[in-house]
């Protein structure tokens, strides 16, 4: 399974006062660089999937470390790597990196659901492989 790369600028919506990344904000980055990883790497823009494929990825499962602060106007590095693929479930790692120093770490569950039931249902093949390659 490949790492998935993005890069990522701190914002200034994304600090608090003290100029640091409020941590809630890092679920956003965290979010976009999953759907990123959907559209670049596995071939499924996530407007096709929540759309014409009725289907969702939510998160069953979240564990997340902070290293050190972010700042405004940081250029942060994200990679994802797929670590477990179930029939219909994955297990994702992230780190993000300001030049060589961890920013935070992550472990994730994404679960493929049916939109209409809110109930798994197997990766579709496209999708699998591109998971397992």
Known sequence: MSIFKMRQKVL???????????YPRYFEMINAVVEEWFSAALGVPFEVLHGEMNAGVPTAHI?????????????????LEPVRVGS?????TIQAYCHAERRL?????????????????????EIRDGLTN
């Open 105 to 125: 770490s992550m472990k994730s569950t994404l679960v493929y659901i049916d939109k209409s039931t809110v109930k798994p249902k197997p990766w579709p093949t």
């Open 88 to 92: 219909a479930s994955v297990d994702i």
């Open 63 to 79: 564990d997340i470390s902070f290293h050190a602060p972010s700042r405004h106007g940081d250029m942060l590095d994200f990679e």
């Open 12 to 22: 200034f919506q994304h600090c608090d006062p003290a100029g640091i990344v409020f």
